[in-house]
């Protein structure tokens, strides 16, 4: 009898060790929302597609699919309407690296936020049943997608939805919710009167089944889909631990790279910069040669191959691949595009942004210029305009 049950309690053994291979073997498929021409990120999205635009010296959709990696999404798709020869293109390289498959789903026109999950319904499905996951491609946080998979699966419902606290929800769709649960009651667009202060973080994890609820039309989830799956009592929404920022517009983009490289400080220390020259949280590119007796800091990021002169004061800024900042500029609150210089004693400020290779000549002020790619700026850009 002995014999018997070690016999037995081997097999079971052999039949667990069995099934956990089988669990490690499951993988997940993601959407990203790419969308269209980035309009509000301009000069930036003259050059590139938005997704392609460098944020804390990477560009924005690599911290989405480096996070699925992670969890073991093994193919992404991307849900877009404009230049996608040019996105896979800049995205082979990283495909190989991270092993991951990308791949494009182009719409004709326009298809909202739900849309482009019918459009890519072959895509998302293979048969397995699991979940997978879709991102607006602006979104940008600490990504817990770990612990999305596992509240996904124990609330047992539909679909999931990452949902972050504001200070001003009447500016927002807010997210009624039962708070011990998270299961979705219903959703209020800029609510006059408080109602909560959660709003959809543009972060979900969705069964197959939501793709039959969802016609190939133009059609948006957040108004059509979601309020239908919340009243079959299937929508549950994960309050997302740490920072969140939609950074598809400047402003939004430099309170981003503060709340990310804050994040980097808790979490990664060691991938920030640090020196006598260095003040709070700055993130210099290794190829980056910075001169002497320059301050940088707090939140900047310095891109590949810059060249920083000596003298230079940098603050809450980004500093893209290839610019060159000149002796004693000072620039704060700006974004300064690739290949850009600036000259020596110029000052750049108030949200001036910086198209592809622009050339702002010695001692020029700016004030919230917005200079598109390939110019030359020789006199003082006193008050917020676009120079073209």
């Given amino acids: 009898a002995s014999d018997l049950r070690s016999l037995r309690s081997g097999e079971i053994s052999l039949f667990f060790r069995g099934k956990k291979k089988e669990f490690s073997r499951i993988k997940m498929k993601a959407l990203i929302l790419v969308g269209g021409f980035g309009t509000r990120l301009r000069p930036l999205t003259l050059s590139f597609p938005k997704p392609l635009v460098d944020f804390a010296n990477k560009p924005m959709i690599l911290h989405q699919i480096e996070a699925l990696k992670a969890v073991g999404v093994d193919e992404v798709v991307l849900a877009i309407n ?3 020869e040019v996105m896979l293109n800049f995205l082979k390289d990283f ?16 298809m909202g936020t739900a ?9 998302l499905v293979d048969g397995s049943g699991e979940p997978f996951f879709v991102l ?3 979104v940008i946080s600490e ?5 999305m998979i596992e509240f996904h699966k124990a609330h047992g419902g539909e679909a999931s939805i990452m949902v972050t606290k504001v200070d001003e929800p009447s500016k927002y769709g807010v997210v009624v919710m039962d708070e011990t649960t998270g ?3 219903k959703f209020v667009e800029k609510p006059k009167l408080f109602v ?8 979900y994890l969705l069964n197959p089944s939501v793709l039959d609820k969802i016609e190939l039309r133009p059609t948006s989830i957040e108004k059509e889909t979601f309020p239908k799956i919340a009243a079959a009592q299937g929508l549950y ?12 517009q400047p402003r939004d983009y430099i309170t981003g790279l503060r709340l990310y490289l804050d994040s980097l400080r808790k979490k990664s220390p060691a991938k920030l910069t640090t020196g006598a020259h260095i003040v709070g949280n700055v993130l210099v590119d290794e190829t980056a040669k910075i001169g002497e007796g320059c301050l940088i800091g707090p939140d900047v990021a310095i891109g590949p191959g810059c060249v920083v002169e000596s003298g230079v004061r940098l603050s809450r800024c980004t500093v893209m691949r290839g610019a060159r900042i000149k002796k004693h500029a000072c620039i704060s609150s700006s974004i300064i595009g690739w290949h850009s210089t600036v000259g020596q004693w110029a000052r750049i400020e108030n949200m001036t942004i910086l198209g592809e290779d622009v050339h702002v000549c010695d001692e020029i002020y700016t004030n919230g210029g917005v200079v598109l790619p390939h110019k030359e700026i020789k006199s003082n850009i006193l008050k917020p305009e676009i120079v073209m």
């Fill in 136 to 138: 607006n491609s602006d």
């Fill in 82 to 84: 404009y230049q996608p």
């Fill in 95 to 110: 495909e190989a690296k991270l092993e991951i498959k990308i791949t494009c789903s182009q719409e004709t026109e326009p």
């Fill in 196 to 203: 909560g202060n959660k709003i959809n973080a543009g972060i």
């Fill in 237 to 248: 929404a994960m309050v997302l631990p740490g920072f969140w920022m939609d950074i598809g």
């Fill in 143 to 147: 990504y817990p997608l770990k612990e």
């Fill in 183 to 185: 299961k979705v009651e």
């Fill in 115 to 123: 849309g482009p999950l019918a459009l890519a319904r072959d895509k």
